[in-house]
């Protein structure tokens, strides 16, 4: 079954089309890596998705849903930005329960999915602190556990690691290995890091200028690039 159907997804800013014919189905508890260089539309892809924006035109369906005119709050959909987006006058346990506080959950459920969060990332010792007090790999935990508070069918990873330097990568990609071996949750993962799409996905799509480049599992992309402009990127080291 597919956990989200994108059809001839688009999206212009003003007279500048960014997205330009999207379509995409993602399996349940499939891993995508979503790759392509800096401006040719992944975070704003992410975003649609999310609903933090809207489409000029297409549809977006998540499970049997067609979603493409619901509010973010109403999509089964949670988002990790890459500059982890944290309320810094909050307390990790308030700002992994913030999103469920919006939509009315009671607050022993909220405690019990916090705790059930923080125990899933190491977090537990961590709860009272505020962002401020926080390793960026604790900071990349905490936006992550306030994605996974809420069990949404579909997560949206917007290079995540990508603040973090070189050795904590290598092992918060382990982690992020690890969460969605437990959680079998569904994936899309935004990075501009080849070694973390090859590790990590079930499936790499590239992306160039607004369209879909190539898409399939990593090692039949390594091994059979579509064009020069796939082979170079997965070929070059990061
Ligand atoms: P990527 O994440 O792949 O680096 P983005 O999706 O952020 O790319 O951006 C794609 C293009 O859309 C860029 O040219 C960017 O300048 C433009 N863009 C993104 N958001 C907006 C916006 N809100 N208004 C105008 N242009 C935007
Ligand atoms: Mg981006």
Redesign the pocket.
Known sequence: MSTMNIEKLRKS??K?E??RGIDLAVGDGEFVALV????????????LIAGL?AASSGRLLIGDRDVTALAPKDRDVAMVFQNYALYPHMSVRANMGFSLRLRGVDKRSIEAEVARAASVLGLQDLLDRYPGQLSGGQRQRVATGRAIVRNPKLFLF??PLSNLDAKLRVQMRTEIKALHQRLRNTMIY?THDQIEAMTLADRIVV?QG?VIEQEGAPLDLYDRPANAFVGGFLGSPS
Do not use: A, H
């Open positions: 800013f003003g500048t960014v997205l392509g260089p800096s401006g040719c539309g992944k975070s704003t892809l992410l975003r924006e917007d290079e935004v992306m607004g």
